[in-house]
């Protein structure tokens, strides 16, 4: 089966801000050393599908360098995974929505000539053999299959929810709704659209074509698009309860995490430090593929127990370059090039790439932004009133400490403490 995939990279991901500040949400990091859209990328390599187009639009600078830098090479010669920015080819105007971002694209679907087109979002966290979906999508004879996973109630208005027939055809589908109808079979729960949709290709690029043509469309797949077509068109709904997928184990069967919000993003990052963490980042036979800095390995120093200068991590993620230098981790996940320098406590949070902690500073529960130098003696996380007078903090209490403001940008100096090169 000739499959073209093509990926939607471009929305503001405004739930997110302020890490989406300077970044599409696709780019922003996850897991200490990859970007969201590593994930989706990864399922699709992994499952042997090799033609992948990225649709790129806002502060689509940071998203662009980083597929030229990890994904340039990787599909090899029989496919690519090449980022597409808006090229304004049907009408002058950005993407008004995710089928308008197709429909603008056509030609890449005349080009590739594909008999299937797989419409995936670029923002979400899980892991998918897309070639079982294919398979689902071949036998059931099926115009478009979507992938849906339940969802608790209280959630569900912020997804498309289907209902299901007995045949796993839909029936039906509600964009957002305020009171969404739950599954027969599992009180409580909705079943919810994940975003992602394998189309036959002459029916795609049919319904976008249709659906330009309409003044008053969002011009989107579940808004527009899903709800008309599933009347006339057979429409099936895949269980990704049901995908297997090599090397996991049966409890991360149906993870898949919309990290679109401080909370979600924050909880999902937090399950990675648990001893046994749902979603695995280690399993060789289904790698998460990404960009390789040039550094060398972290490195721990000091371990002076009479004064506490003990360079140590516990229930951490620690990326390569990093140094810990007499401070100590708790809970938390270090981007490469991160230095945590001595007396200095850091629990439950995150920093990003070439981020300094200075000495005898106390971090907890905060998102730290890239190049980021926070000064001796800080405390974050500590006093809500506080932080809330210096950065952002969500509803929860997560504290984000933006690029710019009241902490300015590192200029790194390894004169403190210990050199990079030898103790």
Known sequence: MNVLAMILAGGEGTRLFPLTQERAKPAVPFGGRYRIIDFVLSNFVNSGIYKIKVLTQYRSDSLLKHLLRAWNRTAGFDGFVEPVPPQMNLKRAWYEGSADAVFQNLNIIHDEKPEVVAVFGGDHVYKMDVGQVLSFHAQKGASVTVAAIPVPVSEASRFGIIEVGEDQRMVGFLEKPQNPPQMPNRPGWALASMGNYIFDAKVLAREVENDAK???????????????????????????????????????????????????????????????PV?????????????????????????????????????????????????????????PGVRVNSYTHVSESILFDEVNIGRHSRIRRAIIEKGVNVPDGSEIGYDPEEDRKRWFVSDEGIVVVPKEGAIARIHRDFTQDVPVSSE
């Open 214 to 276: 309409l003044p008053d469309s969002n011009h989107d797949f579940g808004r527009n698009i899903i709800p008309r077509l599933f009347q006339r068109e057979p429409v099936f709904v895949y269980d990704f309860a049901q995908n297997i997928v090599r090397g996991e184990e049966d409890i991360a069967r149906g993870y898949w995490v919309d990290v679109g919000t401080l909370e979600a993003y924050y909880g999902a990052s937090m399950d990675l430090v648990s001893v046994s």
């Open 279 to 335: 979603f695995n980042l280690y399993n060789r036979q289904w790698p998460i593929r990404t960009f390789f800095n040039s550094v060398p390995p972290a490195k721990f120093v000091f371990a002076d127990r009479e004064t506490q200068r003990i360079g140590v991590a516990t229930d951490s993620m620690v990326s390569e370059g990093c140094i810990i230098s007499g401070g100590h981790l708790e809970r938390s996940i270090l981007s």
